[in-house]
């Protein structure tokens, strides 16, 4: 009912909103900021003001922003910290429509202490959570980014990496051969987008290319599509920019670890211009016999013919190879008390390879009140890995039971996204609509073995003293392995309005219907199947701003997970009968800037799934889909400078992720598996001298269970880590972090109850970057 309601909302504004458009009267201000260097400065604050009106936005990371203001004449004010404020004096006429840049000079001797302050790491303004910009603040959802100058301090190259210090997002084992994540109590491993647009191919991300990582957490259908069930990841992509400028870093430490880095942007000509992202690592691990290697380049291409218009073309080629590794084993509902460093099976016939090549391209264009935004990705994915899995140890702990087999999966995705925004003013009321097109088609192949021991068991007892073996194994298809062809394909129109009904109180609404066209083809034995799926997803938000720094929300929001999973790896005559999983989240938070550096965020949800799958009690033989699970959750978050040496990252979550009703896999009652009650991480950044900066960051997270079945629990820990920063130039500056500071030995995560992850062993990483 509550859907209903919310699509009726949504097109009661859209036409309240375009039947009224002629009495609008507004212009619309945009404009860029940047240094002396023509780099763009993220966070500036821009203030209208014309004597009885005072309005202000702030930058997002390329330096742009939009005003949207009343006609007359205004003096408009760019300000940014170390750098000295410009204002410029212009008149905004009706239906007008108008660009007033800013270049920022460093600010005067008097204010040159602030080349000490600690690094800022807010973002102020995003776009991926509404498909427009929009003040982190006005979003009524709980997001967390982390941006490329936190990810540089703290020395991440991973997404893992990035969700340690990321409120109610727990990364997971994975077996480890992918990104996996926890997200509000719900698993994923295809949740990821790149640029708002799917990447859903299970492997292991970099982050070398990359402006921030945002976490944009609850059901996110609405903007996404399909899944995004307990939240989504999106990845924002570096873009060239008309400034000539370059880095590069060398990273060594602990394990043979190495690593080089590239950022290279060049000016072509005024409407040109070329980057070029590089990225080459090697190394060992504190666990036996385990190593990567991993290279990618992203060269980007944009054009700017004229000040509305913008073409950004990038390609990707990424490849990662690394020694499969499932971690130890458990005994008596605890991780096994074995060396950490032990290695289970053959590390000579376990390997993970990913071969992705990205393409995309994206067109925007403004016209009058209009925004047009086209971005196209082409994804081509071969992936794959074979791997040795630790299974139960004998009661006497003398054995342990090893079994293997092999997957691969290769993929091909096209998406296409088509945006349409429209800001208009009907009376008092400012609206913000968004009308949008997706279409996508997904080819996928998957194919898997299963390992023989002496070409005749699935199964062999090797010693626990010394797990790591080499007995002959022949690799073919058993009765179940897979062998099949899978074609996806997505069309899906979306809505949105944005409403400001006073400066205090704000709304938005939107739906989303997809259609969702699953084929499959059984190459084994020649059967095809067919599953379609019509899914109308809303979500409806409520803003209010006590102060305009202050804002208090509520949100509602739907999703859903067809059956055949967020992989798709298969169809049965079972699966193609069963409806998709629904996903209904309700949050209420506030977020406060308490000052222009620092902000706090906090949340209150539930998230309630329910259609899974259940077999009847009545008939084992039936599935019926009674099953649910609910999440309730806390989170805080912080970010930014509490002072002008100390910047922190970071917050707190509570979680409590259950069985409402007996599903498939668990009781009523059970926990839900790699859902810890507690977690805790915060990030300092202190600038001592004006050469000298420090870090010292602390995770705490409480005990978990391995699996749904709850028998095995990982137990809680406390890790700390530190880092040191001395500039040896204002281009030159050496840098170490140390992970696990106290080399305390703790269990990070798991795939299953006999697949355990021991966490990394003290570390130490020393990087030296030089900017040019």
């Given amino acids: 009912m509550a859907e209903k309601h919310i699509a009726l909302l949504t097109a009661l504004s859209f036409a309240f909103s375009l039947g009224h458009a002629m009495p609008q009267s507004a212009g619309t201000v945009r404009g860029r900021v940047s240094d002396i260097a023509n780099a763009p400065v993220s966070g500036a604050r821009i203030t209208a003001a014309n004597g009885t009106v005072t309005q202000s936005v702030v930058t997002d990371p390329d330096g742009a922003f939009v005003l949207s203001l009343d006609p007359g004449?205004?003096?408009?004010?760019?300000?940014?910290?170390?750098?000295?404020?410009?204002?410029?004096?212009?008149?905004?006429?009706?239906?007008?429509?108008?660009?007033?840049?800013?270049?920022?000079?460093?600010?005067?001797?008097?204010?040159?202490?602030?080349?000490?302050?600690?690094?800022?790491?807010?973002?102020?303004?995003?776009s991926s959570a509404t498909k427009t910009l929009t003040p982190l603040r006005d979003v009524p959802q709980s997001i967390t980014v982390v941006p490329q100058e936190q990810i540089k301090d703290q020395m991440m190259m991973s997404i893992g990496d990035v969700v340690r210090y990321v409120p109610g997002i727990t990364a997971v084992q994975g077996e480890n051969n992918r990104d996996q994540l926890v997200i509000r109590g719900n698993s994923t491993s295809a949740d990821f987008f790149l640029d708002g647009v799917r990447d859903d191919v299970q492997y292991y991300r970099d982050l070398y290319s990359l402006e921030r990582v945002e976490a944009l957490k609850g059901p996110n259908a609405m903007t996404f599509g399909r899944g995004g069930g307990g939240g989504v990841v999106n990845r924002v992509s570096k873009e060239a920019g008309p400034a000539r400028f370059g880095e590069?870093?060398?990273?060594?430490?602990?394990?043979?670890?190495?690593?080089?880095?590239?950022?290279?942007?060049?000016?072509?000509?005024?409407?040109?211009?070329?980057?070029?992202?590089?990225?080459?690592?090697?190394?060992?691990?504190?666990?036996?016999?385990?190593?990567?290697?991993?290279?990618?380049?992203?060269?980007?291409?944009?054009?700017?013919?004229?000040?509305?218009?913008?073409?950004?073309?990038?390609?990707?080629?990424?490849?990662?190879?690394?020694?499969?590794d499932?971690?130890?084993?458990s005994f008596q509902g605890k991780p096994l008390d074995i060396d950490p460093s032990t290695y289970f099976g053959d590390p000579t016939q376990s390997h993970v390879g990913a071969r992705v090549n990205l393409g995309s391209a994206m067109i925007e264009h403004q016209f009058r009140r209009f925004t047009v935004h086209n971005r196209t990705l082409f994804g081509d994915y071969d992936r794959g890995y074979q791997n040795y899995v630790p299974g139960?140890?004998?009661a006497d702990r003398s054995t342990v039971s090893l079994s293997a087999y092999n997957n691969a999966t290769h993929r091909r995705n096209f998406f296409n996204q088509t945006d349409l925004t429209y800001a208009v003013q009907t009376g008092r009321l400012r609206h913000t609509l968004l009308a949008g097109v997706e279409v996508g088609r997904q080819l996928t192949d998957n194919f898997r073995n299963t390992g023989y021991f002496n070409d005749s068991a699935t199964a062999l007892l090797?010693?626990?003293?010394?797990?790591?073996?080499?007995?002959?194994?022949?690799?073919?298809?058993?009765?179940?392995?897979?062998?099949?062809?899978?074609?996806?394909?997505?069309?899906?129109?979306?809505?949105?309005?944005?409403?400001?009904?006073?400066?205090r109180i704000q709304f938005i609404a939107?739906?989303?219907?997809?259609?969702?066209?699953?084929?499959?083809?059984?190459?084994?034995?020649?059967?095809?199947?067919?599953?379609?799926?019509h899914l109308a997803s809303p979500r409806a938000g409520f803003v209010y701003?006590?102060?305009?720094?202050?804002?208090?929300?509520?949100?509602?929001?739907v999703s859903y997970l067809p059956s055949s999973g967020d992989q798709f790896s298969s169809l049965t005559t079972v699966t193609q009968q069963v409806k998709p999983e629904k996903f209904n989240s309700y949050e209420v938070g506030a977020k406060w800037d308490a000052s222009r550096t620092f902000s706090l965020t906090t949340a209150v949800y539930r998230l309630d799934r329910t259609n899974t799958r259940s077999t009847d009690p009545n008939d084992p033989t039936r599935i019926v889909q009674t099953g649910s699970q609910r999440t309730n959750g806390y989170e805080l978050g912080v970010n930014g400078s509490?002072?002008?040496?100390?910047?922190?990252?970071?917050?707190?979550?509570?979680?409590?992720?259950?069985?409402?009703?007996?599903?498939?896999?668990?009781?009523?009652?059970?926990?839900?598996?790699?859902?810890?009650?507690?977690?805790?991480?915060?990030?300092n950044n202190f600038r001592i001298l004006p050469k000298w900066g420090a870090g010292f960051g602390v995770i705490n997270r409480s005990g978990m269970f391995a699996a749904i079945d709850d028998t095995v629990r990982l137990p809680g820990y406390t890790r700390a880590d530190a880092a040191m920063y001395y500039s040896v130039t204002d281009r030159v500056r050496l840098q170490a972090n140390v992970e696990n500071l106290s080399d305390r030995k703790y269990f990070l995560n798991a795939d299953n109850n006999t697949n355990i992850s021991p966490g990394f062993a003290r570390t130490v990483r020393v990087g030296l970057i030089t900017r040019f």
């Fill in 73 to 126: 004449r205004y003096t408009l004010t760019a300000a940014a910290p170390g750098l000295r404020d410009t204002s410029q004096v212009l008149t905004v006429a009706a239906h007008s429509s108008q660009t007033c840049d800013f270049v920022l000079p460093l600010a005067g001797v008097h204010e040159t202490v602030t080349v000490i302050e600690s690094p800022n790491y807010q973002v102020p303004i995003v």
């Fill in 326 to 329: 499932r971690g130890i084993s």
């Fill in 545 to 557: 701003k006590p102060t305009g720094s202050l804002s208090l929300y509520t949100n509602y929001s």
């Fill in 642 to 683: 509490l002072t002008r040496r100390w910047t922190v990252a970071g917050g707190y979550a509570y979680q409590d992720a259950f069985v409402t009703s007996a599903t498939s896999a668990a009781r009523a009652g059970a926990q839900v598996a790699q859902v810890p009650h507690h977690t805790f991480s915060l990030w």
């Fill in 248 to 324: 590069i870093s060398a990273l060594g430490g602990s394990y043979g670890d190495r690593r080089f880095t590239a950022d290279l942007n060049q000016p072509l000509t005024s409407a040109v211009s070329l980057r070029l992202n590089a990225m080459y690592e090697s190394s060992d691990s504190f666990r036996k016999f385990v190593n990567l290697t991993r290279h990618g380049i992203n060269p980007t291409l944009t054009i700017a013919p004229d000040s509305k218009t913008k073409i950004t073309l990038t390609y990707e080629n990424f490849r990662d190879d690394r020694v499969a």
């Fill in 510 to 533: 939107g739906l989303r219907i997809d259609r969702f066209n699953l084929r499959y083809h059984n190459n084994r034995n020649g059967d095809d199947l067919n599953r379609i799926d």
């Fill in 462 to 503: 090797a010693p626990l003293a010394e797990p790591s073996i080499h007995t002959p194994i022949t690799f073919r298809q058993s009765a179940a392995d897979a062998n099949n062809h899978l074609i996806t394909s997505v069309g899906a129109v979306y809505f949105q309005d944005q409403l400001e009904l006073t400066r």
């Fill in 392 to 394: 139960a140890v004998s």
